[in-house]
């Protein structure tokens, strides 16, 4: 696959990773790029100065050996604000700032930032100039990921995309949904390949890509440059690899070795306490380990059991466990299915 240039980067390939808060932290972005990834956007920082310091700030804003382009997302409602958390960031290693206006989450929206920003183009092009003109001089991109519109009757991605472009942007990521449908029904490829003819920087795709078949489609309907993809990566991080095959070959990869998933989901542990801590790091890391064997066999019990276990230490023992057992009856990942989430245990 192609490399993309954004700005003076330029990415490896067209498959990125979507910001996705309380997942695509440092440790997680990693293991993506390592399986196929090329390019990867923390999860969003706020702008607001009076939670920089706080924990969950500083993990987010941790860049420690991540390959670069470092990427970072930053959500506000107020243009000075954002200037200023652009220019923190940058200060802090950014090499990118993104600019969210697709979060639909309403912590987010009751102070009128994420795609609630959509709503009002005045003061979504203001923050964008605001945030052009700290970055720009200092040669950092600036990019915007934002939805179709707020809602099914104001679809306005592509007035926005081309203002936003007029303002410097460097690429456009579009979530084929409305701010209004969150994350329920099918995403809509249309309003991005009109966003894709409107403007002359990269357009992204994004939204419901879960398959090396799905990615060609999107790719196709779209016109896009790059596709950026979420949900599908949780405990699958590998389908960066197998999308990039496919689309290099026509060919299917095989699914991965079982021994090479157990190695890399005891290593993405290990990084994850690393940076959470051990007592933080064994419950945030429960999620990871619950989409790693969701619909495998015996998976949704195993899924259950980690919920009794405080200690790194025996979750990963637990975790290679699990995966030994199953690597010994399928030298490769079984299909998951969801039949085998009522399963009670690892049949023998
Ligand atoms: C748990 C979760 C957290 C997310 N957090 C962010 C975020 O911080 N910033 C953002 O721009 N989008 C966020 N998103 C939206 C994703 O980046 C992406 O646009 C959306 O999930 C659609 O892509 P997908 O169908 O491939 O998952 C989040 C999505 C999920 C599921």
Same mark, same amino acid.
């Given at each position: 696959m192609s490399t993309l240039q954004l700005g003076p980067f330029q990415l490896p390939n067209r498959l990125f990773v979507a910001p996705m808060a309380g997942v695509t932290d440092r440790p997680f972005r990693q293991l993506c790029r390592q399986l196929g990834a090329g390019y990867a956007v923390s999860e969003m920082v706020t702008s607001r100065k009076d939670l920089w310091h706080s924990l969950k700030t500083s993990r987010r804003a941790d860049h420690v050996g991540e390959p670069g382009p470092i990427a970072v997302q930053i959500a506000g409602t107020d243009a000075a604000m954002m200037a200023e958390a652009a220019a923190y960031n940058i200060d802090r290693g950014a090499q990118i700032i993104d600019i969210n206006m697709g979060c639909p #989450?309403?912590?987010?929206?009751?102070?009128?930032?994420?795609?609630?920003?959509?709503?009002?183009?005045?003061?979504?092009?203001?923050?964008?100039?605001?945030?052009?003109?700290?970055?720009?001089?200092?040669?950092?991109?600036?990019?915007?990921?934002?939805?179709?519109?707020?809602?099914?009757?104001?679809? %306005?991605?592509v007035a926005l995309a081309r203002s936003a472009e007029r303002a410097g942007v460097a690429m456009l990521t579009v979530h084929g949904r409305t701010r209004e449908q969150?994350?329920?029904?099918?995403?809509?490829?249309?309003?991005?390949?009109?966003?894709?003819?409107?403007?002359?920087?990269?357009?992204?795709? %994004?939204?419901?890509?879960?398959?090396?078949?799905?990615?060609?489609?999107?790719?196709?309907?779209?016109?896009?440059?790059?596709?950026?993809?979420?949900?599908?990566?949780?405990?699958?991080?590998?389908?960066?690899?197998?999308? #990039?095959?496919?689309?290099?070959?026509?060919?299917?990869?095989?699914?991965?070795?079982?021994?090479?998933?157990?190695?890399?989901?005891?290593?993405?542990?290990?990084?994850?306490?690393?940076?959470?801590?051990?007592?933080?790091?064994?419950?945030?890391?429960?999620?990871?380990?619950?989409?790693?064997?969701?619909?495998?066999?015996?998976?949704?019990?195993?899924?259950?059991?980690? %919920?009794?276990?405080?200690?790194?230490?025996?979750?990963?023992?637990?975790?290679a466990g699990y995966f030994d057992a199953l690597a010994d009856r399928h030298r490769l990942l079984p299909q998951a299915s969801a039949a085998n989430d009522g399963q009670i245990a690892l049949e023998a």
């Open positions: #989450a309403k912590k987010v929206c009751t102070k009128w930032a994420g795609s609630a920003l959509m709503r009002d183009e005045p003061l979504a092009i203001a923050i964008v100039e605001a945030v052009v003109a700290v970055a720009a001089p200092r040669g950092v991109p600036v990019t915007l990921k934002m939805r179709t519109g707020w809602c099914a009757t104001e679809r %306005n991605a969150g994350y329920t029904g099918c995403a809509e490829y249309d309003t991005i390949a009109a966003v894709k003819a409107a403007v002359r920087v990269p357009v992204v795709a %994004n939204g419901d890509v879960d398959s090396p078949a799905k990615a060609r489609e999107v790719l196709a309907r779209t016109g896009a440059d790059a596709l950026m993809i979420g949900r599908a990566a949780m405990g699958r991080p590998w389908i960066f690899r197998e999308i #990039a095959h496919f689309l290099a070959s026509g060919e299917t990869l095989a699914p991965p070795a079982t021994a090479d998933v157990r190695h890399w989901l005891v290593d993405h542990l290990q990084s994850h306490y690393g940076l959470y801590g051990e007592f933080t790091g064994v419950r945030s890391a429960r999620k990871h380990i619950g989409w790693a064997v969701r619909g495998l066999p015996g998976g949704e019990d195993f899924r259950r059991s980690m %919920n009794t276990i405080d200690e790194a230490r025996l979750q990963v023992a637990a975790v």
